[in-house]
Structure formats: structure tokens, C-alpha cells
């Protein structure tokens, strides 16, 4: 199977979960079900954002992989062109003769004087030394960007499949404020597998008796 299918995902029957696997089995998954006369809505939703993936069906099984597998190579591709315009990008770093290729990019920096004076005098120069730094920052940021992350991701699914739900926005105070067992109690009354899956997406674990 196309790599880019074989991403995690999860297909939704309106409240009820079809499928959880890759995302090409959450798309066959979802053929079948349309042609079983499914009464939908019918979503697949990506595991690592919450998001929902576009999928169009028609055509052969052979078809509607491909097809969803371009969609997904060109998604990848845009996310990584916006990333680079956000960054400032400006093209690779030229290379001079002899000069070994060392998978670095040229990118637009703007700092005062003094902050250029104190990395010129770092061991290695201003490129080292900026590398260096947004290593350290990476390092120290890595908990705090994977719960984001993960309140993000739950917040985008429950918007859209439980958004009417009694309960949404206390549980939505609970998410962002961490408190799983808040969260818990909020959606204890939601369909047991959309429970589940903002449990899983949430807090990387499924609700108390959900399954």
C-alpha cells in the first residue's frame, strides 16, 4: 500500500466507529459501508490531528486509493511549502566549489546588532551557535508541543462530532486545562466510541468504560 496510507486514522458512522487503522483501510472501510447503505455522516479522521480527511469513493477500489493518495502527497507537500514561507524561507544555501552539501537552508534572520556581536563571538559563529540554540529550545519544548498537540487534535474532533453534545464546553475547559478526570466525567453521557476516540486523542488513553 501507498505510503502516505498508511498513516493512522479512524472511520466514523455518525457516532459510530467503522474502522481504525491506516487510513487506506479507514477508507475501505468506508466504501463498504456506503455500500452497505450506511446512514453516515461518514468521516475518516487523521489520529494525529483530529482532522477530517477529505475521501471520495467513486470509482474502483484501485481509483479511490489513488486518488487518495495524491490528495495526501500534495496536503504533505502544501503543509511543507506554508512551513517555509512562515519560516522566511529563501531557497538552499548556495555551495561553493568543494563545498560538501550539508542538508542546510538558507533562511532570512533578522536580529539587533547586539544579539548578531554575541553570536559572531560564539565557538563556531552565528550559525552554529543558532543551530545550537534551537536544538536546546526543541529539546525543552518537546512535552509541552506533544500536549498541545494532543489538545488540538481532540478539540478539532469533538468540535465537529460532539460539538451539540451536552457537556461540550465544560469538557473543552477540562481538555485544555488538563484535567483528565474533569474531562472524564464531562463526556461520560457521549456515544461510547466518540468517547473513546476524544479520550484516546486527548490524553492518549481511552475514557473508562468506553470500550
Not at 544555501?93 to 534572520?109: Q, W
Request: with cysteine; charged share 30%.
Amino acid at each position: 500500500m501507498n505510503e502516505v496510507l498508511l498513516k493512522p486514522a479512524t472511520a466514523f458512522d455518525g457516532h459510530c466507529r467503522i474502522a481504525a487503522g491506516t487510513v487506506g483501510e479507514a477508507a475501505l472501510a468506508v466504501r463498504k459501508a456506503l455500500e452497505a447503505g450506511a446512514n453516515g455522516p461518514i468521516h475518516i479522521y487523521d489520529d494525529a490531528t483530529g482532522g477530517v480527511i477529505d475521501f471520495d469513493p467513486q470509482g474502483s477500489e484501485d481509483d479511490a486509493l489513488d486518488r487518495l493518495a495524491r490528495q495526501l502527497r500534495a496536503a504533505r507537500r502544501e503543509e511543507g511549502s506554508d512551513g517555509d514561507l512562515a519560516a522566511g524561507a529563501s531557497g538552499e544555501e548556495p555551495r561553493g566549489r568543494g563545498r560538501p552539501k550539508l542538508g542546510v537552508v538558507a533562511r532570512e534572520v533578522t536580529l539587533l546588532p547586539r544579539h548578531w556581536a554575541w553570536l559572531n563571538g560564539q565557538p563556531g559563529g552565528a550559525s552554529v551557535a543558532l543551530r545550537r540554540l534551537v536544538e536546546e529550545a526543541r529539546r525543552a519544548s518537546v512535552e509541552k508541543d506533544r500536549v498541545r498537540a494532543a489538545q488540538e487534535a481532540a478539540y478539532r474532533f469533538t468540535s465537529a462530532m460532539a460539538g451539540d453534545l451536552a457537556g461540550f464546553e465544560e469538557a473543552m475547559r477540562a481538555l485544555f486545562g488538563r484535567d483528565r478526570r474533569r474531562f472524564t466525567e464531562c463526556i461520560a453521557e457521549w456515544p461510547g466510541d466518540v468517547r473513546e476516540y476524544a479520550m484516546r486523542l486527548g490524553f492518549g488513553e481511552a475514557a473508562e468504560g468506553a470500550l
